[in-house]
C-alpha cells in the first residue's frame, strides 16, 4: 500500500536557526496537505500544493513539491520559539490521504 | 463558521469497558466526517470515515467501530477497551473528498486504558 515517511522524526534547532522537514510517498501523488499541531493540541492545516514542482510561502514557511509529485518539503527560515511542534504532510493518491509520521521540531531560545 | 466538538477531553478507562466518543460539526451540512488515532509521539491513523448518514468505511481492522445517527454526529464505540486502544482520539471533517479539501480537526479526547 501507500507509504508516506517523514525525516527527520525530531529535530531540535536553537532559535534563528533553519529547519527543514522532508516529506517521501512511494507513489506518485495527486497532491499534498501540510498541517502543524502545536503540543497538546490537534493538527491545524497550513497548505495543499497541487502542481509539479509547485513552491508556496507563508511568511518564513517554504512549502515545495517535486517535480515527480513524490516528495515534499517544508522549511522555516530563521525559528522562532511559536514554531514548536509536530509538522505533518499527508499525501493523495487515488482516494487514499495517507499521513507521514511527522516532524517534532523543538526550538531552544 | 464552521466548529467542530469533540468529548470528552480526557477519559481514564479500565481494560474491558466500553467506550463512546462522540463528535458534532456545526455550521456545515453533508460533511464528510473522519475518526483518527495518534499514538504518543506518533503520527495519525485513519480508522472510520463517512460519506453520509448510517455510511461507514472502516480503514483497519480492530475492535472499534463507528457510527453516523445523524448528519453532523459522529460516533465511536468499543464494547470492551484493549490497553493498545489508548491514544489520543482526532475527528476531522472536510467538505468534499478527503485529500482534495482541508481536513478541519477537532480538539481531540485523550483516552488512557488502564
Known amino acids: 500500500g501507500q507509504q508516506v515517511m517523514q525525516i527527520p522524526q525530531y529535530q531540535h534547532v536553537q532559535e534563528g536557526e533553519d529547519f527543514t522537514t522532508y516529506c517521501n510517498s512511494s507513489?506518485?501523488?495527486?497532491?499534498i496537505q501540510w498541517y502543524k499541531q502545536r503540543p497538546g493540541g490537534h493538527p491545524v492545516f497550513l497548505i495543499q500544493l497541487v502542481k509539479s514542482g509547485e513552491v508556496k510561502k507563508q511568511k518564513r514557511l517554504t512549502f515545495q513539491f517535486g517535480e515527480a509529485k513524490k516528495n515534499s518539503s517544508l522549511h522555516i527560515t530563521a525559528t522562532q520559539t511559536t514554531d514548536v511542534g509536530t509538522y505533518f504532510c499527508?499525501?493523495?493518491?487515488?482516494?487514499?490521504?495517507?499521513f507521514g509520521g511527522g516532524t517534532r521540531l523543538m526550538v531552544k531560545p | 463558521s464552521q466548529t467542530i466538538h469533540q468529548w470528552p477531553a480526557t477519559l481514564v478507562q479500565p481494560v474491558g469497558s466500553p467506550l463512546s466518543l462522540e463528535c458534532t460539526v456545526e455550521?456545515?451540512?453533508?460533511?464528510?466526517l473522519y475518526w483518527y488515532r495518534q499514538a504518543a509521539g506518533r503520527g495519525l491513523q485513519l480508522l472510520f470515515y463517512?460519506?453520509?448518514?448510517?455510511?461507514i468505511s472502516s480503514e483497519v481492522p480492530q475492535n472499534l467501530s463507528a457510527s453516523r445517527p445523524q448528519d453532523r454526529q459522529f460516533i465511536l464505540s468499543s464494547k470492551k477497551l484493549l490497553l493498545s486502544d489508548s491514544g489520543f482520539y482526532l475527528c476531522a471533517w472536510t467538505r468534499g473528498e478527503r485529500g482534495t479539501d482541508t481536513q478541519y480537526f477537532g480538539p481531540g479526547t485523550r483516552l488512557t486504558v488502564l
Open positions: 499527508a499525501g493523495l493518491a487515488g482516494n487514499m490521504l495517507t
Open positions: 463517512s460519506i453520509g448518514i448510517g455510511q
Open positions: 455550521g456545515t451540512s453533508n460533511p464528510n
Open positions: 507513489t506518485t501523488l495527486s497532491n
